[in-house]
């Protein structure tokens, strides 16, 4: 199997940050978690070690030198080849081009939550809501953050399709309630209207 197709998530990664500039793996988990990439790839420092010396051995990377800080351990200092800008150039085009299925888990969930009570069904979409529009303000934050230190657009594009998406999922789901609760959605147990929050009337109020 050629490289460019044998890359993983941390490979892209890693090789998108050495194509920035040759560093150590430490410092490339530090910029992943400032950029917060890690809602993009798995990452842990170890497993970054591992992506960056299986890279290595694919003759995707190369070492230049090695350097000491203080007491810390001494820190190996990488860069991309010509080979690794290739198979990165590859996998990206492979990626941006062929849609792939990914089998993600709520789509699967969907499909079987039918075996649930409509009210356990409801309540759990509730808080996916609450998770997502968390999820949500925070990807809108970080776009802000990056408008405002003037990072290009070209940068964070992910942000803004992250953004759709949680709102397309949003909204898919409130009308998902929307039909549990006005019966328009058969479910084996019927889920009770939403209670009104208009103010009764006191009890034995006199006209």
Request: glycine share 8%.
């Amino acid at each position: 199997m050629a490289p460019s197709t044998d890359l993983t998530p941390l490979g892209v990664a890693s090789l998108a940050l050495l194509a920035e500039g040759p560093m150590h793996p430490y410092e490339m988990y530090q910029l992943l978690m400032a950029r917060h990439e890690d809602r993009l790839v798995k990452v842990r420092p170890g497993t970054l070690y591992h992506a960056v010396g299986r890279l290595e051995e694919q003759a995707l990377v190369e070492a230049v030198g090695t350097g000491r800080e203080g007491n810390r351990p001494e820190r190996t200092t990488y860069r991309i080849t010509a080979a690794g800008h290739e198979a990165l150039d590859a996998r990206l085009k492979a990626m941006l081009s062929t849609p792939a299925n990914e089998y993600p888990v709520f789509p699967h969930a969907i499909a079987e939550a039918h075996h649930l009570p409509a009210g356990m069904v409801a309540g759990l979409l509730e808080e996916r809501l609450a998770a997502l529009q968390a999820d949500l303000d925070f990807l809108v934050h970080a776009e802000s953050e990056a408008t405002a230190k003037g990072v290009e657009r070209k940068y964070w594009l992910d942000l803004g399709y992250q953004q759709a998406l949680r709102r397309t999922e949003i909204a898919w789901i409130r009308g998902l309630l929307a039909d549990l609760r006005s019966g328009e959605l058969p479910w084996g147990d019927p889920l009770p209207p939403k209670p009104s929050l208009e103010p009764k009337e006191p009890v034995g109020k006199s006209s």
